[in-house]
């Protein structure tokens, strides 16, 4: 065991010491079992984890399960409304609590031995353990979970990472408008790729690819927001883009929707970035035709024009909160090789579904996009997976972000094994 781990620390340490700034990661990086090993237990072990929106536990004893890497998680509502977490492991003999996704429950019970616990993790109820069998002592292992307007983090760490309360102050005054408290699941999309977890995220960190790949998200949202070349041709076109974003950030922020940029995405343990992104033609959301898909605006809206409010979160998620939806990335290691990517569209709870919006318009520009990304990250994978492949230089233009991903996955890694 102990010669496993030290392999393990010394392979990722001189990994991480042949990272040369403003290029790809190496190859190990993305094949590696050793080195997803060591991403589950520093990276999704020892910082906060998006897993789950509030809607899809909106009742006491709703349930869902997460997994990843080799750890499930039961994420329940418990009779006090608060969101809590547990590892999916029955005490008593290591049973899985819960094996579906989803569901209800009064008490949490194992369908071994029933051993029952309350909604707060507590062992309530266990038969034929005798007298000397104390069962304060076997309540669920609990996970540390919070929930930032809606949107649940986990941290699987003893000590969680404190600066979650720094996003939580920082954020709520940006997504708390948009009230997710209020909203209903309408769909949720798991897509399982074949591709290293960082090759989907730094895939969702630029735009460069965009414009030839993504016909129907680029018919809402603007290339330029995620960076340009200064100088070229179209510099009308991204003096235009430049003036909209003042304008609109003016007539937002007048509206109490704070909308300007924060990046902290290489400077905190718990790196996050916003900004809220005007979106083109009708302006109102990312739909096929720019409009909203749902009817029922979210919270106190009456004005559907107010762009996509972007939020990106290290290491696993991204966000887009609109006037009349929201919808949710949480990516997930399955193994080194293997990526859930599960997708999530929420509107107003009141909407209903085929007289407020249809699944279909609601869906339609993510859905693809999500497919278009999925080939790219899966041919990235296939080639990295050749000999030839050595890390390739990043554009300083158009994939910063994608810099700023691996800059404080580096960092997080090296601080952690050293
Ligand atoms: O964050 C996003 O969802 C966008 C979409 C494509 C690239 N990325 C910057
Ligand atoms: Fe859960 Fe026995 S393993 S009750
Ligand atoms: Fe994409």
């Known amino acids: 065991m102990s010669q496993s ?28 079992d050793t080195l997803l090993k060591a991403d589950m237990e520093h990276i999704f072990g020892k910082h906060w984890v998006f897993v789950a929106v509030e809607p899809q ?40 609590l819960c094996a579906s996704h989803q569901g209800q429950v009064g008490n949490i019970v194992c369908p071994y031995h029933q051993w029952t616990y309350d909604l707060t993790g507590k062992l309530i109820h266990a038969k034929h353990m005798g007298a000397d069998f104390d ?11 919070r929930s930032l307007a809606g949107l649940i983090f986990i941290c699987l760490a003893d000590e969680p990472p404190e600066d979650f309360e720094q996003m939580v102050a920082q954020m709520t005054p940006y997504l708390a408008p948009h009230r997710l408290d209020q909203c209903k699941v309408a769909t949720m999309v798991d897509l399982v790729e074949d591709c290293n977890w960082k090759l989907t995220m730094e895939n969702n960190r630029e735009c460069y690819h965009c414009v030839t790949n993504h016909p129907e998200l680029t018919v809402s949202m603007y290339e330029f927001g995620f960076g340009y070349t200064p100088d070229v041709q179209n510099a009308a076109e991204q003096q235009r883009f430049e003036d909209i974003t003042t304008a609109s950030h003016a007539r937002w922020e007048g509206m109490g929707l704070p909308s300007k940029e924060i990046d902290v995405l ?15 033609r009708l302006g109102q959301s990312q739909t096929m035709h720019t409009g ?31 006037s009349d939806h929201i919808v949710s990335f949480s990516v997930l290691p399955i193994s080194a ?14 909407a209903v579904e085929g007289v407020d919006y249809k699944l279909e318009d609601l869906t339609a520009v993510w859905n693809a996009t999500n497919a278009q990304d999925r080939r790219l990250v899966e041919e990235s994978q296939i080639g990295i997976a050749t000999g030839a492949y050595q890390p390739g230089p990043y554009s300083p233009y158009t994939e910063g972000l994608v810099e700023k991903f691996c800059n404080w996955y580096v960092k997080r890694l090296t601080a952690l094994t050293l």
């Open 5 to 32: 781990i030290s392999a393990q620390t010394l392979l990722t340490r001189e990994m991480l010491a042949r990272r040369r700034p403003g290029y790809s990661l190496d190859a190990p990086f993305y094949l590696s």
């Open 57 to 96: 536990i909106p009742e006491p004893g709703d349930y869902i399960t997460v997994d990843f890497g080799n750890h499930s998680i039961l994420i329940v509502r418990d009779d006090d409304m608060q969101v809590q977490a547990f590892h999916n492991v029955c005490r008593h003999r290591g049973s899985r």
């Open 135 to 145: 069962p304060t002592e076997m309540g669920l292992k609990t996970v540390h979970a």
């Open 266 to 280: 290489d400077e905190r343990i718990t790196g996050f970035r916003t900004k809220r992104l005007p979106l083109d």
């Open 292 to 322: 909203v898909a749902s009817k029922k605006l979210l919270g106190e809206f009456v004005d559907p024009a107010l762009g996509g409010l972007s939020f990106w979160t290290q290491p696993n998620s991204w966000h887009h909160f609109m």
């Open 337 to 350: 090789t293997k990526t859930l990517v599960r997708t999530i569209w929420c509107v107003h709870k009141d």
